[in-house]
């Protein structure tokens, strides 16, 4: 039997804090799309049941035409049930709706059991009020495969656990062969248990350069008592994130061709960011804004965050006769500023100096 | 640092070459040509290389303006000290394999690191070449070869690095057009509007936020409102049945209801449809019966018309043979009255009539006036010859007694005069007399003719009348009224006559027409009691006979047709799904169908009810989802606000920290230059001077009892205190290591007493730098090396 472990889809994100609004709403649809294609992937590959950890939705309230949109591809699966759970940003969101579909079923804040063959999947939404009893009402059966559902941090106490943390601790030697989490928006695996293992499926998407890497979900197969988990890739784009060190760089042409380096190979459906590292003279003339245009036209985004530093000789500027050198003097003799603000008032004077214009 | 010796291999004009140099005043006269400059300039690309151009112009591209003709290396070697240690600069230009460079420690021979050899002058000094030009070399170009005349200028020349595009104003600027963004007034800089776009999508939020709220307080309201539709449904569907059961039963009773009827109409169709003796009668034929009564009627009806009016005819015939008629009397009553003598031929009235207008006429004219005479005056003036002699003889005795007595004597004229007006007199009345005669008998003619007439017409209507005796009435009143009664009796002569005549005709009319009606009306009788009696009716009264007929017929019609009608009803009555006991209540429809209008309402009112709070849910869910987008926005917003208020601040301070760099630079220099300068121009001048620097490092020096521009002195003078301006830079540049001054001939505009002032000068300066003197004219040199 194949059950499919996804979360943190976060359907109706705004997504504009890391991309302009036409760029945020393509990128909202698309994982969207992605879910669509996942339910079809159930349908289609005979899943038995598709298990959402929680964060289904971004926020509470919800276009309904989404609404509508996620009904209609749980519909289009008829032979597959949808378990949803909950998370910390859709616990209040209307969904499921009154007349939701039959193969549509929902984990409440009591341990809420679903059993497939010999396989028991239960969840239940951790809440203020049950947070510290729900470890203790957890019953499973050793001889059947079992998977947990929930939705949180993960934290090791014996004490009192936060309200939407996941005590593993409490959670060891309760016959979970599974537990599947959501919260984590990065695949992560590790023990539970003597029996069992838990994991972060991660997000589907990466909705941001915070969601860098591989992205979808675990395909779980159920065969007689065992359970094998394998992650698969599901994500229409990745984000990747790659760091380029430019110590060095004479100018813009030396910069651009370390960021080529950095970008040989990533495919042109990716969102590709590009961190500039190193030391660089403030003479340098870096042309970030140029640079990412040239490089736009590669990928299906594409953005450069730079965190060079800027070198400063410190012992040529000591005794130098020159505007320059007094001008360093000067700003490092400052003590009302700190050291990121020296860097910055000296690239920017230097750059002043040679008749150049010097962006943050 | 000072220079030892240099060999130049191939440089200009130059070709192994080989100069050594003192330690203090190096000073070298040479003819114009022969290469002083080219070693200043050897001396220079040894320390800092060419300035990297491809100008045409060899003024302003040093390395291909001494590039050697001839062939060979073109470079060569500067042996020099710092710092106690020798070293040797090697150089070889060359544009195809590239320059070749050395730094050689002397002591051991090899290689060193101690300065970078690709940028030697300014590794030794901190200077680019830019500034060791504009110090330690004084080059036969015009001495004030800054920009201007301010120290501040000069030192930003000499101290700008190498390959700098813009000044100390460029720079600030270019800060400035930075900073104007933040500068804006009006509200309209970019802080101002990103925080006014952070209002903005705060306002949103809280909006989306208010949506989110309206939201979560309406999903109660529709859950209770899709309860309550439930439960009406439910309800609905129970009233539904039922009212089903309900719409059965009447069903069921309409059925029974037209059955029973059905049957009992065909019974009392049967019923009348016996009387008829087996012939039921037609509508038509009823019609045609009744047609011939009416027959039957309308003919004895003409029957007893012509009867009457037969008797009348017969009664006017016997009367009319008696003469007894009114009009019979009248003939008689006229005859006695007026025509006992028989009636007036015919015309003899009009002619009376006549006779009695004319007789009027006449004695009208009687009465009138007599026509005017007219005489025939040429009868009556011509016709008497006596009086027209008179009066012609009259009128010349007249003349000529007027011309008498004009022309002779008086009295006899006046005589003559009168004799001829007797004359004249006597003529005219034989005229007049004759006139009067004439009119006279002219009114006696005309009477007499008239009274003729008149008597005669008079008498035909006097003997008219007295034939009717009418004599005593008015003459014509008497004509007219006999002449009214003639009409009248003949009128009614005529009308006896044709009352008669018409009295026998119509007798004779009538007596056939009887006699057809009569006919006609026994047959029609027969006809229709044979008709009558075939279905049924014995009755004598024909008509009444009929109506009985046509009243059954009615009935058995009447009764025919509900037959007919209950049929059609029975069939198209519902055939009820199910039989009902006879005990069966009563289903009150009315109230079950008012039962369900109300749900109906009801739930359709709750279904509006719930769109409508759809409706609402959409829209506040539609703006409550753009809360994460507002949210992130403001989040957004207030970094970027944050990062452009640390921009603002990062540009601020830049141009705090230049200017105070600028001014920092300009007072470290600025006291040590004063002082360097003053010495030296007291030096030149051979007297104490006082030098003032201005807020803008422009310079006045102190002369005549005040201050003075720079441009009030000579151009001599001016060259010298160049010199000196220069002479005291260096002073205060190059504090560690000293340049070597190079001096290309740079006094050749200097009058006697000026050199003697420069010779001054030049002792001074080489007692502190090692200084390469060159000069073309033996005029200018020192004689102090």
Redesign the interface.
């Known amino acids: 039997m194949k059950i499919i472990h996804c979360a943190d889809i976060h359907l109706g994100s705004a997504l504009t804090a890391h991309f302009n609004k036409e760029v945020a709403d393509e990128r909202n649809n698309e994982v969207t799309l992605t879910f669509e294609r996942l339910a079809e992937a159930a349908r289609s590959q005979g899943v038995r049941a598709v298990i959402i950890a929680g964060d289904l939705f971004d926020q509470k309230s919800v276009k309904k035409s989404l609404i509508d949109t996620v009904l209609k591809a749980i519909a289009g699966a008829p032979d597959t049930d949808f378990l949803y759970l909950k998370g910390n940003h859709d616990k209040d969101t209307p969904f499921p709706p009154e007349d939701m579909p039959e193969n549509l079923k929902v984990f409440g804040t009591d341990w809420t059991y679903f059993d497939y063959g010999d396989v028991t999947i239960a969840g239940v939404r951790l809440t203020k009020e049950n947070c510290a009893s729900v470890y203790g009402t957890l019953n499973l059966k050793a001889g059947r495969t079992n998977i947990v559902v929930m939705h949180g941090k993960l934290v090791r106490t014996s004490g009192k656990a936060p309200e939407d943390a996941v005590n593993i601790l409490k959670l060891a030697g309760k016959n979970i062969d599974y537990l599947a989490l959501g919260d984590y928006h990065a695949y992560q695996k590790d023990k539970l248990d003597g029996r069992g293992i838990y994991c972060y499926s991660g997000c589907l998407e990466g909705r941001g350069f915070d969601e860098f890497g591989e992205k979808g979900y675990v395909l779980l197969e159920c065969k007689r008592g065992n359970i094998s988990d394998e992650f698969v890739p599901f994500a229409k784009r990745s984000v990747i994130v790659l760091e380029a060190d430019i110590s060095g760089a004479g100018g813009q042409a030396d910069i651009e061709k370390a960021i080529g380096t950095a970008v040989q190979g990533i495919g042109k459906e990716n969102l590709v960011r590009v961190r500039l590292t190193g030391l660089l003279s403030p003479e340098t003339h870096k042309g970030i804004n140029y640079l990412t245009q040239k490089f736009a036209d590669r990928f299906y985004y594409f953005g450069i965050k730079d965190e060079t530093r800027v070198k400063i000789d410190y012992e040529a500027c000591k005794d130098g006769v020159s505007l320059k050198s007094e001008f360093i003097r000067t700003v490092l003799a400052d003590a009302s500023l700190d050291e990121e603000q020296k860097e910055h008032i000296i690239a920017m004077g230097i750059n002043a100096l040679m008749g150049e214009r010097y962006e943050l | 640092m000072k220079i030892k010796k240099c060999y130049i291999e191939n440089f200009g004009v130059l070709s192994k070459r080989a100069f050594d140099f003192d330690s203090g005043l190096t000073e070298i006269c040479e003819e114009n040509g022969m290469g002083k400059s080219t070693l200043a300039v050897f001396i220079k690309a040894m320390l800092f290389g060419f300035d990297k151009n491809t100008r045409k112009d060899l003024d302003e591209n040093e390395r291909k303006k001494y590039k050697p003709w001839q062939k060979g290396n073109y470079g060569g070697y500067l042996d020099f000290e710092v710092k106690g240690k020798l070293y040797r600069i090697e150089k070889s230009f060359d544009d195809t394999e590239g320059d070749r460079v050395r730094l050689i420690d002397l002591a051991s021979g090899g290689d060193t690191e101690d300065f970078d050899k690709d940028n030697l002058g300014a590794s030794i000094f901190?200077?680019d070449e830019g500034g060791y030009e504009k110090s330690a070399y004084l080059s036969q170009r015009d001495p004030s070869c800054f920009k201007s005349d301010r120290l501040y200028t000069k030192l930003?020349d000499l101290?700008?690095?190498e390959?700098?595009?813009?000044?100390?104003e460029?720079?600030?600027k270019?800060?400035e057009?930075?900073e104007s963004p933040y500068k804006k007034r009006g509200g309209n800089d970019r802080i101002t509007a990103i925080e006014n776009e952070i209002s903005q999508a705060l306002s949103d939020l809280a909006a989306?936020e208010k949506?989110?709220e309206l939201?979560s307080q309406a999903?109660p309201d529709k859950d209770a409102l899709?309860k309550k539709l439930e439960v009406l449904e439910a309800e609905q569907k129970k009233a539904n049945a039922e009212y089903a059961a309900a719409i059965e039963w009447e069903k069921y009773k309409r059925y029974k209801q037209a059955k029973d009827s059905y049957e009992a109409a065909i019974k009392d169709k049967s019923v009348a449809e016996a009387t008829f003796n087996g012939k039921i009668p037609t509508s038509d034929e009823l019609d045609d019966i009744e047609r011939k009564l009416k027959v039957i009627d309308l003919e004895q009806s003409k029957h007893d018309e012509a009867k009457a009016e037969l008797k009348e005819a017969q009664n006017k015939q016997n009367l009319l043979s008696a003469g007894e008629t009114p009009e019979q009397k009248r003939i008689i009553e006229l005859k006695e009255l007026l025509f006992k003598e028989g009636l007036p031929a015919e015309g003899e009235i009009d002619e009376a009539i006549k006779a009695y207008r004319k007789s009027s006429d006449l004695k009208a004219r009687l009465s009138e006036p007599l026509p005017p005479y007219k005489p025939d005056y040429k009868k009556l003036f011509l016709g008497s010859k006596v009086a027209l002699s008179l009066a012609i003889v009259g009128v010349i005795v007249l003349i000529a007694g007027i011309l008498i007595e004009i022309l002779a004597d008086r009295i006899a004229g006046k005589v003559v005069y009168a004799a001829g007006i007797l004359s004249f007199a006597a003529g005219a009345y034989i005229v007049i007399a004759k006139y009067l005669k004439g009119k006279n008998e002219h009114s006696e003619s005309h009477k007499k003719s008239v009274r003729g007439e008149y008597d005669i017409e008079e008498k035909k209507v006097r003997d008219f009348l007295a034939r009717y005796g009418m004599t005593e009435k008015d003459p014509f009143e008497a004509i007219m009224q006999i002449s009214k009664k003639l009409s009248e009796y003949v009128a009614l002569s005529e009308k006896v006559s044709d009352e008669a005549k018409e009295a026998a005709e119509k007798i004779e009319e009538l007596t056939l027409k009887i006699a057809e009606a009569e006919n006609k009306i026994i047959g029609l009788k027969t006809e229709v009691s044979l008709y009558l009696r075939e279905r049924g009716e014995e009755a004598d009264d024909l008509y009444q006979a009929y109506k009985n007929l046509r009243d059954r017929l009615n009935i058995y019609e009447i009764r025919r047709g509900i037959e007919v009608a209950a049929k059609r009803n029975l069939e198209n009555c519902e055939k009820p799904e199910r039989e009902f006991e006879d005990t069966q209540q009563e289903y009150d429809t009315r109230e079950l169908r008012q039962t369900l209008n109300k749900l109906s309402a009801d739930i359709d009112e709750t279904r509006k009810a719930l769109i409508r709070l759809d409706n609402d849910i959409?829209y506040?869910?539609?703006?409550?989802?753009q809360?994460?987008?507002y949210?992130?926005?403001t989040?957004?917003l207030k970094e970027r606000l944050k990062?452009e208020k640390?921009?603002r601040?990062?540009?601020q301070?830049?141009k705090a920290?230049?200017e105070?760099?600028?001014n920092?630079?300009a007072e470290?220099y600025i006291g040590e230059i004063r002082y360097a300068f003053g010495r030296y121009l007291s030096v030149v001048t051979g007297k104490k001077i006082e030098v003032l620097v201005n807020q803008e490092l422009g310079y006045e020096i102190h002369e005549g009892g005040q201050y003075r521009d720079i441009k009030y002195f000579s151009r001599g003078y001016r060259d010298l205190f160049d010199i000196c301006q220069r002479l005291a830079l260096a002073d205060a540049?190059f504090k560690?290591e000293k340049p070597f001054l190079i001096l290309d001939d740079p006094f050749k505009n200097l009058d006697d007493k000026k050199m003697q002032a420069a010779n001054k000068l030049l002792a001074e300066i080489a007692s502190k730098y090692q200084v390469i003197y060159f000069v073309c004219h033996t005029s200018r040199k020192l004689g102090l090396s």
């Open positions: 901190g200077i930003s101290l700008e690095e390959n700098d595009m813009g000044s100390y460029d720079a600030m270019l800060l057009e930075a989306a949506h989110e939201l999903m899709s959409a506040h869910t539609d703006y409550a989802a809360k994460c987008y949210k992130e926005k989040e957004t990062k640390y921009y601040g990062i540009v301070k830049t920290c230049l105070k760099a600028k920092n630079l470290k540049l560690d």
